[in-house]
């Protein structure tokens, strides 16, 4: 069990115990075999990102934010807003589980819900901390946003390469065309300028006929 899970949990005076067995579900529905980039690897990385983002918040909004960023995806079956809905349950099923104050319950589930449209109110920093996080593999590096792209690809194989070209790049267009990316000035230095690059390389392999749709 990840240490941030568990101190989270504790940090909202939430039964530690009951912090464990949320946490063998949690990594057992992660390990779902038609997850292909939906997993563990990168609930870990939206825990990890979000850390520095959130590290000037109540030790509270702090937690919340640790505890979404687990269990944002912790229900995936590749249809959106369905999957967000389902993962804030799960959470807040646990939470509530655990003892956690109903304020927090709320919160945290809210954190997960607004994933679905990645949408919050401006000063929401918690949320700001989560959504920039959640979109941190944005920009990587060409290597790591490439395999971000292909296990993608594979979490929608129901799609012929023709539909899917079409969806991915709606997708991507709708992406570049916010301006700025990111919310926090913070994740904006950071990811922004890799993150253009790697969506515009992304959107001209599927315009392109017959070109390399990684």
């Excluded at 646990?94 to 109903?102: I, K, M, Q």
Aim: charged share 25%.
């Amino acid at each position: 069990m990840d240490r941030s899970w568990l101190s989270a949990f504790t940090a909202l005076d939430g039964d530690a115990r009951v912090a464990r067995d949320a946490w063998s579900y949690l990594e057992w529905q992660y390990g779902e075999p038609h997850r292909r980039y939906h997993g563990l690897a990168h609930a870990a990385a939206v825990a990890r990102d979000s850390a520095p983002l959130a590290r000037d918040l109540s030790v509270p909004e702090r937690a919340v934010v640790t505890v979404a960023a687990w269990a944002h995806d912790v229900v995936y079956d590749a249809v959106s807003g369905e999957d967000e809905r389902r993962s804030a349950a799960w959470l807040r099923h646990w939470l509530t589980r655990a003892g956690v104050a109903e304020p927090h319950v709320a919160r945290a589930e809210g954190l997960v819900l607004a994933t679905a449209g990645h949408q919050a109110p401006d000063d929401d920093e918690a949320a700001t901390a989560l959504l920039d996080a959640d979109l941190a593999v944005l920009g990587a590096a060409p290597a790591e946003y490439d395999a971000y792209a292909v296990a993608v690809r594979e979490e929608y194989a129901r799609y012929d390469d023709t539909s899917w070209a079409v969806g991915r790049a709606a997708v991507l267009e709708n992406l570049l065309a916010h301006a700025p990316l990111y919310r926090s000035e913070a994740a904006r230095s950071r990811w922004e300028a890799a993150a253009r690059r790697n969506l515009a390389a992304e959107l001209t392999r599927w315009r392109s006929p017959g070109g390399d749709h990684r």
